[in-house]
């Protein structure tokens, strides 16, 4: 499906259909709008400018000429968990075919500073409670270790939280890794509460085709 649908896009733009090109601009206009809708508050949350210690950061969502932006972010994650940069299969055409076509998978806000750089991250996506409904699943909260201390980290999860709470989310949550006790203690202040009665499982696909009796 995403191949097909980068083919029919593409081959109609270079054929000039107008159809094609309205479907898509639509569609990444309608999710621009319901980011853009929700609240903000200069210097704590939302997309736009906030000032932070040294300059102002723009909270931003990504757009498909980021890719490259996003790649670097989650690289330097890995390296941050002690995880050689070999460990990101993603690519940037990943994420563009993931992230920004008609029916996008994740939504990502980018920290940005005045040059350009992209200096933090948050990766986020729908999820569904058969208990409560509509939430939110933080994949991932990043901030180039250079620019800790600043405020970042809160400020993008504070603005995860305005989206969540404007699209009437039941809840927002992650997972963190359990030596990380800077990140959890920031977490716990800010009311997140931790449920140690759970524990994560996962399968790859190496695990999902041998379930299936398949090869991978």
């Known amino acids: 499906m995403r191949a097909s649908w980068a083919s029919f896009v593409a081959g109609a733009i270079a054929g000039g259909s107008s159809v094609a090109v309205y479907v898509l601009w639509m569609s ?4 621009r709008l319901l980011f853009l ?11 736009g400018v906030h000032p932070v210690k040294d ?8 757009t498909p000429g980021d890719a490259h932006k996003m790649i670097a972010l989650i690289q330097g994650l890995a390296l941050y968990e002690r995880k050689p940069i070999s460990t990101v299969e993603v690519t940037e055409a990943n994420l563009v075919a993931d992230g920004f ?3 996008p998978r ?3 806000l980018l920290a940005e500073i005045d040059n350009g750089d992209a200096i933090g991250f948050a990766f986020v996506y729908p999820s569904y409670s058969t208990w409560q409904g509509l939430c939110h699943y933080l994949e991932d909260l990043f901030v180039d270790e250079k620019h800790r201390g600043r405020g970042l980290g809160a400020l993008l999860l ?28 920031f977490y716990e202040s800010v009311g997140a509460k931790r449920l140690d009665e759970w524990v994560t499982l996962r399968m790859g ?3 999902i085709a ?3 009796g398949r090869s991978s």
């Open 210 to 212: 041998a379930l299936l």
């Open 205 to 207: 696909r190496p695990e």
């Open 37 to 47: 809708s929700a609240p903000y508050k200069c210097g704590e949350y939302g997309i």
């Open 158 to 185: 504070k603005s995860v939280a305005a989206i969540a709470y404007a699209q009437g989310c039941k809840r927002l949550h992650w997972n963190a890794l359990d030596w990380n006790t800077p990140a959890l203690k």
């Open 55 to 62: 300059g102002d950061v723009t909270i931003r969502l990504a």
């Open 101 to 103: 076509g008609p029916n």
């Open 28 to 31: 990444r206009r309608r999710r």
């Open 106 to 108: 994740f939504h990502c």
